[in-house]
């Protein structure tokens, strides 16, 4: 029924730049985004946008990361720029349907190192 595909995890060095993917398909979802967790932390919400385009976005990401969606393909998009080795972390694609139940990626890896 409902799936999520996330991809565009990898390695990159300090103040590089990675983008990651999601595509959803089999509901209407009201908003969709990224949380991520790293061993030993809290899983924390990275970004998010809503059906009609209002984003949402971590402090420590603020001015890095930028979330953009697009309808015709039913995907979001985060581009991270100025990576930081503190982005390390798998990152889990999230969509909530307009009846607010939440579905999941895979997870994919980010490793940001020299």
């Known amino acids: 029924h409902v799936q999520l595909v996330e991809s565009g995890g990898g390695l990159v060095q300090p103040g590089g730049s990675l983008r990651l993917s999601c595509a959803a398909s089999?509901?209407?979802?009201?908003?969709m985004g990224w949380y991520r967790q790293a061993p030993g932390k809290q899983r924390e919400l990275v970004a998010a946008?809503?059906?009609?385009?209002?984003?949402n976005y971590a402090d420590s990401v603020k001015g890095r990361f930028t979330i953009s969606k697009d309808n015709a393909k039913n995907t979001v998009y985060l581009q991270m720029n100025s990576l930081k080795a503190e982005d390390t972390a798998v990152y889990y694609c999230?969509?909530?349907?307009?009846?607010?139940?939440?579905?999941w990626g895979q997870g994919t890896q980010v490793t940001v190192s020299s």
């Open positions: 946008i809503t059906i009609d385009g209002v984003t």
């Open positions: 089999g509901s209407i979802f009201n908003a």
């Open positions: 999230f969509a909530r349907t307009i009846h607010y139940r939440d579905y």
